[in-house]
């Protein structure tokens, strides 16, 4: 308080973002560096621990938002089937193991700095290279229904690839919009076929809650997309499909999930719990010290691999004279990927 403006309380409130109100607190209180709370929030009490609250838990169902009391040492936890507000969902210490832990257990919040990462090799699958030229097809809508997949007339040629990829996602009501991507290309120099630098994709999706200091969506999630003040959707590009961007939480372990395959090696991934946070895209960089040789995977080959949308992953470079094709499916952002067929 060396400036003496009073400081702001520290509760987060759900979909609105960070309390205004000044918080009640003396000089020594306000110089200790603790959060600090506004005479309304002072006192309010986490649904699990009954510890001082710092938030509300901005979980929703339809139009309702659950707005549970949580501490830093307590958090929401996806759940189907089950839930202690909601459906879906239920709140617990983040260390269940140490119930007695204090004030002091570091803020370590799963999905937001606690990352738990997972890589699967699945079967041998051969995808086909085109005999010439070089091919996209960025993130198509379909809808999985159980029955053969069709593609555009241009990218028939992987059509068979991708049913074969699909006998692995059993139907889940409401989320069965899936998205596609293949792209194929003869590298004349070397380069890079994908995005370079160590990245976790995410869930296709606006996230009102992916920010650093508050909740509210002040940072920028897939592709650039991002949610403004006002709750609108904001993407700096336009999709030749028409794709209504969906609400949803794009960085998840349990939720949505990546397909993956590729006919020449180009790419790894790391698997792991990782702890810091998540930057704009899906950027990595606070997290590289840990990603090591121990935890990295390099994606063969014609192998399908699985990855949930929350692991980083890189890609590599291509030598001039050879062909990539790649093809991925990014699974719906509620997929609840414990449903997959991946033993």
Not at 2 to 19: E, M, Q, T
Not at 126 to 143: C, Q, R, S, T
């Amino acid at each position: 308080m060396s400036d003496n403006k009073p400081p702001l309380c520290s509760f987060d409130i759900a979909w609105v973002g960070r309390c205004k109100s000044v918080a009640a607190c003396t000089r020594e209180e306000a110089e200790s560096g603790e959060e600090q709370f506004c005479e309304k929030h002072k006192g309010l009490k986490c649904c699990v621990c009954g510890a001082q609250a710092n938030r509300e838990c901005p979980d929703t169902l339809g139009p309702l938002v659950c707005g549970a009391l949580l501490c830093k040492n307590c958090m929401t936890v996806n759940d189907y089937g089950t839930g202690s507000y909601y459906s879906g969902h239920r709140h617990e210490r983040i260390n269940p193991q140490n119930k007695d832990a204090d004030e002091t257990t570091p803020d370590m919040v799963e999905n937001r700095t606690a990352h738990k990462c997972s890589v699967v090799a699945l079967n041998r699958l051969a995808i086909p290279d085109p005999d010439f030229g070089d091919m996209k097809l960025n993130v198509y809508p379909f809808e999985w229904t159980g029955e053969p997949v069709k593609l555009p007339a241009s990218f028939k040629l992987w059509e068979d690839t991708l049913n074969k990829v699909m006998e692995r996602v059993p139907l889940v009501d409401g989320c069965n919009k899936h998205y596609v991507t293949i792209d194929s290309k003869f590298f004349t120099v070397d380069d890079f076929l994908r995005r370079e630098g160590v990245h976790m994709d995410g869930n296709f999706c606006a996230d009102p809650t992916f920010s650093r200091p508050t909740w509210g969506g002040t940072r920028v999630g897939w592709g650039g997309v991002s949610v403004l003040e006002d709750q609108r959707i904001y993407t700096p590009w336009v999709s030749p499909y028409n794709i209504e961007i969906p609400y949803g939480t794009y960085v998840s372990d349990t939720l949505g999930g990546l397909l993956c395959v590729s006919s020449a090696l180009g790419c790894r991934a790391w698997h792991g719990t990782f702890y810091g946070e998540v930057g704009d895209e899906g950027d990595y960089s606070e997290m590289l010290p840990q990603l090591t040789q121990e935890n990295e995977v390099m994606f063969e080959a014609n192998r399908l691999y699985f990855m949930t949308s929350n692991t980083p992953h890189e890609s590599l470079e291509i030598k001039k004279g050879t062909r990539r094709t790649f093809l991925r499916v990014t699974l719906n952002h509620n997929y609840p990927n414990e449903m997959l067929k991946v033993s």
